[in-house]
């Protein structure tokens, strides 16, 4: 490909550089309406899925139209997401915590236009571009990580479990028929990237085997200690080891009844990969928070041990999730997110109605922390 300067100048790679600049000043950003308004909201209504209404001091109101994005978008995607707030909305929008983009305009009129707009406008395929929805006690956006697009320690894939979700639960998200917000989460690998740790309902990529040693090149590639010291159970420890060539080289030896497959030691090196095509999965996790509404913040919970990757639909997984969003549904009281609802009727209880297996696996052993996970008490239910 032909080359195209930007002038940059590698024989002098300092001259000219700007440094340290920071991210730009949202207000330069704000729309009108929201600038004047800044501070000064009174009240806010949900007048429909996926469309807000907020209400100022000065009269002022603000209505806001949610749409749905695979937050994996290309340029083009933007300049169309661009487009459409041109039209509508002066050149603003923005988009969420959750990887949702909101649109903005000052009257209900608009709001409902745009809101037919988005939902009309499809990919080849078939699939929305900007579904309308994510409000009120929905099931919004899922928060989720890189997968088999970029990362290197995945054990499952990102965008694709989560298309395979939403296309499950689309009903949820654009409608308003939960107890509460059912907030869900992937991620591939259990360094957890997002929000896995504390959503109603979490996707976690897990390895079922130790890593594979790769002894020519290891001491080359690693600083051995901190491999070492990256296993949470101590399962390595250095060692030498003579190669068929006779050379004897310094390198780790795992203890595999040890081992339990986080992939830590991968991560800090190169010559211990443990990806496999089998033994990789899904575990699932429920009832986590991170709000302060009634009950304190809580981490989610392993459900579920061991569901096989499935690509590119997942079908277990799917019929899995639904299940337990179904019976959620049909179950808690409302306001009651899904941990407050398995905590009330005991997690006894919330295994028998979603038909969930409970295998050792669930049973917390992970050092002194874990015996506060068991029950010392003699209340439950048969
Ligand atoms: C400003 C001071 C220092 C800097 C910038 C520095 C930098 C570094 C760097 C870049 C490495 C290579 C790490 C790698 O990529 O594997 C290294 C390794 C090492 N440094 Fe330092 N270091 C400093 C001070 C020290 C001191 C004071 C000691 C000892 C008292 C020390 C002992 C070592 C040893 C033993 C290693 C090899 C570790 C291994 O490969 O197992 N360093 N250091
Ligand atoms: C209980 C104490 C210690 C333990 C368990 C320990 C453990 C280890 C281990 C597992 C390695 C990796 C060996 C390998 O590359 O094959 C290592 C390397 C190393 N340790 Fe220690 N260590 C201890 C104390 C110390 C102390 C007191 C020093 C220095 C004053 C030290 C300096 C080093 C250095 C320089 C290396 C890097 C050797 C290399 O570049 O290959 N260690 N240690
Ligand atoms: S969760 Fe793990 S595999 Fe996924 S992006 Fe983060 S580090 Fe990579
Ligand atoms: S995968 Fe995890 S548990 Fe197994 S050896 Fe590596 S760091 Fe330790």
């Not at 340029?75 to 903005?104: D, P, Q």
């Amino acid at each position: 490909m032909a080359f195209v300067s930007s002038g940059y100048n590698p024989d002098k790679p300092m001259s000219d550089r700007i440094s340290d600049i920071g991210p730009r000043n949202y207000e330069e950003f704000l729309p009108p309406v929201i600038k004047k308004n800044f501070g000064k909201w009174l009240y806010h209504e949900i007048i429909e899925p996926g469309v807000l209404m907020h209400k100022a001091e000065s009269g002022d109101e603000v209505y806001t139209v949610r749409a749905g994005t695979a937050r994996l978008v290309t340029t083009s995607y933007i300049r169309e997401a661009c487009a459409i707030a041109k039209e509508y909305c002066g050149g603003h929008l923005r988009w969420t915590t959750r990887n949702n983009v909101e649109f903005m305009v000052e009257s209900l009129e608009d709001a409902k236009k745009l809101k037919e707009t988005l939902n009309a406008k499809t990919f080849p395929g078939g699939s929305h571009m900007f579904p309308v929805g994510g409000t009120g006690a929905s099931i919004s956006n899922i928060v989720h990580t890189q997968g088999w697009v970029h990362c290197h320690t995945p054990a499952t894939d990102a965008s694709g479990t989560v298309k395979v979700i939403m296309d499950e639960l689309f009903e949820e998200f654009t409608s308003m028929k939960m107890p509460a917000i059912l907030r869900i989460a992937v991620a591939c690998c259990l360094n957890m990237c997002g929000a896995c740790h504390c959503s109603d309902l979490a996707v976690v990529g897990y390895h079922r085997k130790p890593p594979m040693v790769d002894n020519a090149y290891l001491d080359n590639l690693c600083e051995i200690p901190l491999a070492i010291a990256s296993c949470p159970t101590g399962a390595l420890k250095p060692s030498k080891m003579e190669l068929p060539d006779g050379k004897t080289v310094k390198t780790i030896a795992v203890n595999n009844d040890r081992c339990m497959y986080c992939g830590n030691c991968y991560t800090m090196c190169p010559s211990l990969p443990l990806a496999d095509q089998e033994g990789d999965g899904i575990v699932l996790m429920v009832g986590g928070k991170v709000s302060n509404r009634i009950s304190n913040p809580k981490f989610s919970k392993v459900a579920v041990a061991f569901i096989p990757n499935e690509p590119p639909r997942w079908p277990t997984l799917a019929k899995v999730t639904r299940k337990i969003v179904e019976t959620y549904a049909a179950e808690a009281k409302k306001y009651e997110r899904l941990g407050d609802w398995a905590e009330r009727i005991g997690w006894e209880r919330f295994f028998e109605k979603c038909e969930l297996e409970f295998t050792h696996h669930l049973i917390d052993d992970f050092r002194d922390p874990a015996y506060f996970t068991w029950r010392q008490t003699t209340n439950f239910k048969f």
